[in-house]
T-cell receptor
Framework: KNEVEQSPQNLTAQEGEFITINCSYS?????LHWLQQHPGGGIVSLFM???GKKKHGRLIATINIQEKHSSLHITASHPRDSAVYIC????????????FGKGTKLSVKP | NAGVTQTPKFQVLKTGQSMTLQCAQDMNHEYMSWYRQDPGMGLRLIHYSVGAGITDQGEVPNGYNVSRSTTEDFPLRLLSAAPSQTSVYFC????????????FGDGTRLSIL
């Protein structure tokens, strides 16, 4: 079993829909990262969080440490949100190295 | 600010050839790392460095060497390329080792024939 699991693997939405991507992890963590990989391949860091909730524009990330679960929400989705979203866990005692999920491929149709 | 710069963007090699993937950052970051990304798998750590002169192995280090002679540069060397090393390679950096946002290069798409 992977230490970091994402669901769904693929997600198709209509423009304007509210989107949720889930990430579960089995290790104790000190932080969790959400990343966005554009169709062209570049990877951008969206959030790093260790508790609670963070918001940036239409993106919201939440984490529940007790349940070992994080969610990434996109409100009022737009075709430009189409990308692969990756969660990565920084496990305690890992020497700072991240454990990555396999990613969720999101396609937002106009 | 250039951020993390990787070169080349694309490369085709023959089995047995060697090459170096370059990675440079201009943010004075202590922590640098190399990942490979393969279809259906998450990013996997090859090697990492927590500062100049310090490197260590990640999850999949076999067939790769690294060095960190300066804070800015962290090259990845393929010693004798094999088809199993066909992948997309990403270099990343962060200010410190722990709990810092990661900055990624644009990736190098490498094919080994």
């Amino acid at each position: 079993k992977n230490e970091v699991e994402q669901s769904p693997q693929n997600l198709t939405a209509q423009e304007g829909e509210f989107i949720t991507i889930n990430c579960s992890y089995s290790v104790g963590i000190s932080a969790l990262h959400w990343l966005q990989q554009h169709p062209g391949g570049g990877i951008v860091s969206l959030f790093m969080l260790s508790s609670g909730k963070k918001k940036h524009g239409r993106l919201i990330a939440t984490i529940n440490i007790q349940e070992k679960h994080s969610s990434l929400h996109i409100t009022a989705s737009h075709p430009r949100d189409s990308a692969v979203y990756i969660c990565a866990a920084l496990s305690r005692g890992s020497q700072g190295n991240l454990i990555f999920g396999k990613g969720t491929k999101l396609s937002v149709k106009p | 600010n250039a951020g993390v710069t990787q070169t080349p963007k694309f490369q085709v090699l023959k089995t047995g050839q060697s090459m170096t993937l370059q990675c440079a950052q201009d943010m004075n970051h202590e922590y640098m790392s190399w990942y490979r990304q393969d279809p259906g798998m998450g990013l996997r750590l090859i090697h990492y460095s927590v500062g100049a002169g310090i490197t260590d192995q990640g999850e999949v280090p076999n067939g790769y060497n690294v060095s960190r002679s300066t804070t800015e540069d962290f090259p990845l060397r393929l010693l004798s390329a094999a088809p199993s090393q066909t992948s997309v390679y990403f270099c990343a950096s962060s200010r410190r080792q722990y709990n810092q946002p990661q900055h990624f290069g644009d990736g190098t798409r490498l094919s080994i024939l």
